[in-house]
T-cell receptor, first 114, second 117 residues
Framework: GENVEQHPSTLSVQEGDSAVIKCTYSDSASNYFPWYKQELGKRPQLIIDIRSNVGEKKDQRIAVTLNKTAKHFSLHITETQPEDSAVYFCAASQVFIGANNLFFGTGTRLTVIP | NAGVMQNPRHLVRRRGQEARLRCSPMKGHSHVYWYRQLPEEGLKFMVYLQKENIIDESGMPKERFSAEFPKEGPSILRIQQVVRGDSAAYFC???????????????FGAGTRLSVL
């Protein structure tokens, strides 16, 4: 089955700096890679996603890059703000009929220091 | 659209009792997923259901756990004879039918935090 690894497990940055979280996956058939943000005691919320036919996607201060050959993808947050502090999870999925479950990484606890 | 609704938010059970967790998907969504999250850990897939069908239960423990998504009503995750190791947050997610973008955007509920005494 799919195995998703995520690094680092914790990350502290100064407000205004950039944060980068990296994930690798094992199954070359995976073709959909979402990122979720989870605040303490809250539900995971989708912040950005990318399909395997795209190498990069950006949404304001958040961007995701995907390297299919190396089987890794990264989340980039620029100009970090205190409200970006949360746990971030990457995930991988094979999107086709009958097998859509998400395999999650173990999470990165991001702390943005004001 | 009320979003994915889970209840109860918190559930306390004694060892050996049964736990029933409910999930109502977003309006128009026909796919439901259950995930378990242990403290300080990521989410682990348990089961994927469509109306009246279990599509993938590869993440479900072989014993004591079952799930259903009936034609009418919410999806139910049932844990029989709970043990302390079942204490966790259980999240439900739903997704719409596959669209032209072939994405699988899953929207999560707020979770049920199960505590087994």
């Amino acid at each position: 089955g799919e195995n998703v690894e995520q690094h680092p497990s914790t990350l502290s940055v100064q407000e205004g700096d950039s944060a980068v979280i990296k994930c690798t996956y094992s199954d070359s058939a995976s073709n959909y890679f979402p990122w979720y943000k989870q605040e303490l005691g809250k539900r995971p919320q989708l912040i950005i996603d990318i399909r395997s036919n795209v190498g990069e996607k950006k949404d304001q201060r958040i961007a995701v890059t995907l390297n299919k050959t190396a089987k890794h993808f990264s989340l980039h947050i620029t100009e970090t703000q205190p409200e970006d502090s949360a746990v971030y999870f990457c995930a991988a999925s094979q999107v086709f009929i009958g097998a859509n479950n998400l395999f999650f990484g173990t999470g990165t606890r991001l702390t943005v220091i004001p | 659209n009320a979003g994915v609704m889970q209840n109860p938010r918190h559930l306390v059970r004694r060892r050996g009792q049964e736990a029933r967790l409910r999930c109502s998907p977003m309006k128009g969504h026909s796919h439901v997923y259950w995930y378990r999250q242990l403290p300080e850990e990521g989410l682990k897939f348990m089961v994927y259901l469509q109306k009246e069908n279990i599509i993938d239960e590869s993440g479900m423990p072989k014993e004591r756990f079952s799930a259903e998504f009936p034609k009418e009503g919410p999806s139910i995750l049932r844990i029989q004879q709970v043990v302390r190791g079942d204490s966790a947050a259980y999240f439900c997610a739903s997704s719409p039918p596959m669209g032209v973008e072939a994405k699988n955007i899953q929207y999560f509920g707020a979770g049920t935090r199960l505590s087994v005494l």
